[in-house]
């Protein structure tokens, strides 16, 4: 658990420290909100409970202001989702992942859809960074394990002989909870991924519209190393910088990836503009620059041709991005 983590398990127990320290305090008949100054009493029953949460914040201050992240993406942050399927507008090329980050400069694959075999591993030995897709969501006829869990376990094993691999990605996480995967079910696959390489992250994908299921994301949350934050709807984009901040507290000190649609599934099921490319993408830098994403992920390889305008866009914003960073 990381320390964000921590501090806010450590905030819960404090908040019930304090309404039960209300509760005796009401039973004394003191009532320290009412009086102009804090009695002796009072003071003395609150004393350590009101140490513990000012060291407490004290220290969530300093974590929280220190975040600063690169002012510029690098190929070091940037993947491109892609693999074989016929869904989508795509293709079953076995190398449409790799066919895109050559298309977009970057050295780095979210390889989605296809088999996880040592044919496909090996294809993508040209990648620095390679995620691999987990679970049936999503998944090309046929390419999915029988078993999820011991799908994740060989892609733990695998990962040994293939050091470009540096974790698995569940598809639709929060939305298939409760509906096609049990909570039992998404923990065998994070325990199964981490058997053999504990190094390894597991990439979890959550929509904005799904961070009010709060009941759901914090069942899922100790299954996922690393968030993957989509927006659906291109008008949701308005609500970006909040999304965010949702995220940064439903995850505390999860990591977050922010993923870059092309094609506006979700409303027109049409190609987004270059408009709302730049203004996502600057966001995203803007979020980077301030420690509160981790990294992006652009979908993906089919629609470079279904959208020519977005691609042709998001290819100049990252040549301009890696000239800045010099990586």
């Known amino acids: ?145 029988a078993s999820d869990a011991e799908e994740a376990e060989r892609l733990s094993r695998l990962s040994l002989a293939y050091p470009n691999v540096v974790g698995g990605v569940v598809d639709d996480m929060t939305g298939n909870y409760g509906v096609n995967y049990s909570l039992r079910e998404y923990k065998a696959i994070y325990e199964a991924l981490h058997k053999h390489n504990p190094a390894l992250e597991l990439y979890g994908v959550v929509y904005s519209w799904e961070l009010d299921m709060t009941r759901e994301l914090k069942a899922v949350s100790p299954c996922i190393d690393h968030v993957i934050l989509w927006f659906w709807w291109k008008t949701d984009l308005m609500e970006l910088d909040l999304a965010v901040e949702k995220c940064r507290a439903l995850f505390p000190g999860k990591p977050i990836m922010l993923g870059i649609f092309m094609f506006d599934y979700g409303a027109a099921c049409l190609p987004n503009s270059a408009e709302t490319m730049r203004y996502h993408l600057e966001k995203a830098r803007r979020h980077l620059a301030a420690g509160k994403i981790r990294d992006i992920v652009i979908l993906g390889d089919r629609e470079i041709e279904k959208c020519p305008e977005a691609a042709a866009y998001i290819k100049r914003f990252l040549k301009s991005e890696f000239a800045f960073s010099g990586k």
């Open 1 to 145: 658990m990381n320390e964000f983590a921590e501090l806010m398990e450590q905030r819960a127990k404090l908040r019930k420290e304090f309404t039960r320290i209300a509760e005796e305090t009401q039973e004394l008949k003191i009532r320290p909100y009412q009086e102009k100054f804090a009695s002796p009493e009072y003071l003395r029953i609150i004393e350590k409970t009101t140490a513990e949460s000012e060291e407490m914040l004290k220290r969530w201050y300093e974590l929280d202001l220190a975040l600063k992240g690169p002012e510029h993406f690098s190929k070091e942050n940037v993947f491109v989702w892609g693999g074989p399927t016929p869904s989508w507008g795509g293709s079953m090329d076995k190398d449409a992942g790799i066919k895109a980050k050559e298309f977009f400069g970057v050295d780095n694959v979210m390889y989605v859809y296809g088999p996880l075999n040592e044919e496909m591993l090996d294809l993508h030995r040209c990648c620095k960074k390679v995620i691999c897709h987990l679970g049936r969501n999503c998944r090309t006829s046929g390419a999915a394990a």
